[in-house]
């Protein structure tokens, strides 16, 4: 069955350092997302996109944040200057349109800021 | 206020018995969707149940099933039969503009333990 596939399962980096999170969507899904979990807390939107370039993005995906499709199937979500609220659980979504626009989730990438 | 309200922080089910998660909303959309995902110990979140704000009938996927009340805002879970397995953590959620890439909106989350 496909699968969000995301890389890498932990990451640890120091607090200032930028840190690039990758996710391979499934092949013929068209939007894609990210989300994170604050430890014990809900799982939060950040940002979607779709046809290139982001569709809607949240308050926390403030100018330290990017995304990027740079080839036909990565996405990869950048934290430019890492700070130790960042630390959370980022996760990768995909859908197709229509048919409900079922978001299918990656494992995760567990991000600890130190 | 909150979009997405689950009021049961844990809830308890003997093995084999059926449980109910519950979950109520708050829109003032006509055309939203309903979710449900799971998400165990390891981390990952996993798509139980899908229920459109216009379908009629109850979505059902093997033991889960949908309770949509939709005059009382309300989506809760059904989980038949449980399982150890079915230990984890339930997120309802729900997408506003029920098309494109609208994001979810989840709510805080309901920790199942199933007991042998």
């Known amino acids: 069955e496909p699968e969000v596939t995301q890389t890498p399962s932990h990451q640890v980096t120091q607090m200032g350092q930028e840190v690039i999170l990758r996710c391979v969507p499934i092949s013929n899904h068209l939007y894609f997302y990210w989300y994170r979990q604050i430890l014990g807390q809900k799982v939060e939107f950040l940002v979607s996109?779709?046809?290139?370039?982001?569709?809607?993005k949240s308050e926390i995906f403030d100018d330290q944040f990017s995304v990027e499709r740079p080839d036909g199937s990565n996405f990869t979500l950048k934290i430019r200057s890492t700070k130790l609220e960042d630390s959370a659980m980022y996760f990768c979504a995909s859908s197709v349109a229509g048919g409900g626009n079922i978001q299918y989730f990656g494992a995760g990438t567990r991000l600890s800021v130190l | 206020a909150q979009k997405i309200t689950q009021t049961q922080p844990g809830m308890f089910v003997q093995e084999k018995e059926a449980v109910t998660l519950d979950c109520t909303y708050d829109t003032s959309d006509q055309s939203y969707g309903l979710f449900w995902y799971k998400q165990p110990s390891s981390g990952e979140m996993i798509f139980l149940i899908y229920?459109?704000?216009?379908?009629?009938q109850n979505a059902t996927e093997g033991r889960y099933s949908l309770n949509f009340q939709k005059a009382r805002k309300s989506a809760n879970l059904v989980i038949s039969a449980s399982q150890l397995g079915d230990s984890a953590m339930y997120f309802c959620a729900m997408r506003e503009r029920n098309s494109g890439n609208t994001p979810l909106v989840f709510g805080k989350g309901t920790r199942l333990s199933v007991i042998a």
């Open positions: 229920q459109g704000s216009y379908d009629e």
């Open positions: 996109f779709y046809n290139n370039e982001i569709s809607e």
